[in-house]
């Protein structure tokens, strides 16, 4: 007899193995010679090589069926073993998948979330070795989402716990007092970015079990005060309406097992002039810091509508105070 042990990799196992391992007690029913064992990420089998074999085969499609369209049907699950399900990895998807960006994982309704540009892919490839990156950039290209897109990556393989969001509530001073309703209903409109970008990468009921039980936590940035965020993604959005101590306070809230990721645009300062921007601060003082890196976006890296590339380099032409991004780019 032989043993083999097959690693669960990008995926919820218990999105993998279905409800009350369902999944996994089809595969059984269609290897009954094989002992199969699932256990926390892996699943461990017992059997003839060639059984083996077969099974590798069969749940390494299975598995990549998940990672394009987030779950699979009964009959589609019969389908794979009657060998008429249609094959992900051909290579004509696999061209579709990676044409155009980098797969951070996949969302809501098999929706592929990407690094799209050189400098989302730089901002991907800085965390893996990094523990606090400061994405700076103009409007529309893509920080945010980017950033979230890591966070819900992270929570997935289980690299982390929980998932915090930040920002300041409101610019120039988090001043809710004037806005109608509770705490909630004040702040909830400045975190929308944040709320947009999880509904495009986890379901709907896992999204609000997931805020239910503060495994994602979306809140204005005075909230961090006092607190020690460890075992956790941190994303701080819209920094550049952090005073100095408030970013200062943010960063050292910073616990074991944690990465942070701060994103803002230095051309849309909201603060009152008397308040200098903490970011501005940051970037002249932290760099050069093992563990803490830079990722600078342009208008290259815009995503949204192609006028948007346009608006920004016109409003750069105009403004008095110009910033020089050239310095940045590869």
Avoid: C, W
């Avoid at 563990?291 to 976006?297: K, V, W």
């Amino acid at each position: 007899m032989n043993n083999k042990e097959i690693f669960i990799e990008h995926i919820d196992p218990s999105e993998a193995f279905g409800v009350h391992n369902q999944n996994l007690k089809t595969f059984q029913l269609h290897f009954p010679q094989l002992k199969i064992v699932a256990r926390g990420n892996q699943v461990i089998l017992q059997g003839t090589e060639s059984d083996i074999a077969l099974f590798e085969e069969k749940f390494e499609h299975f598995l990549q069926h998940i990672r394009q369209f987030g779950n699979i049907t009964e009959q589609q699950l019969e389908s794979l073993f009657l060998g008429t399900l249609q094959k992900e990895n051909s290579p004509s998807t696999k061209a579709d998948i990676s044409e155009g960006g980098e797969v951070i994982l996949y969302g809501n309704h098999a929706k592929v979330i990407k690094a799209k540009t050189p400098n989302q892919k730089k901002m991907v490839s800085l965390m893996n070795n990094n523990d606090i990156l400061f994405a700076i950039g103009p409007a529309g290209t893509g920080k945010t989402y980017t950033a979230v897109a890591l966070a819900v990556r992270a929570l997935k393989n289980k690299e982390i716990k929980r998932i915090i969001l930040a920002r300041p509530a409101v610019e120039a001073g988090e001043n809710l007092g004037f806005l109608p309703g509770d705490l909630k209903e004040k702040i909830d409109p400045y975190l929308r970015p944040l709320y947009d970008a999880l509904d495009d990468m986890i379901p709907a009921d896992k999204l609000k079990s997931y805020i239910e039980t503060r495994v994602i936590e979306i809140a204005p940035m005075a909230f961090m005060r006092g607190r020690t965020l460890d075992n956790a993604y941190v994303i701080l959005d819209e920094a550049q309406n952090a005073t100095d101590l408030q970013l200062k306070m943010f960063l050292t809230r910073m616990g074991p097992n944690a990465k942070f990721i701060i994103t803002g645009d230095l051309t849309q300062i909201d603060l009152p002039k008397k308040n200098m921007s903490g970011l501005v601060k940051a970037v002249n003082i932290l760099e050069g810091i093992k563990g803490i890196e830079f990722a600078y976006l342009t208008f290259e890296d815009v995503v949204r509508h192609k006028l948007v590339k346009n608006i920004i380099k016109a409003y750069d032409k105009s403004t008095e105070i110009k910033l020089d991004f050239s310095k940045y780019r590869e």
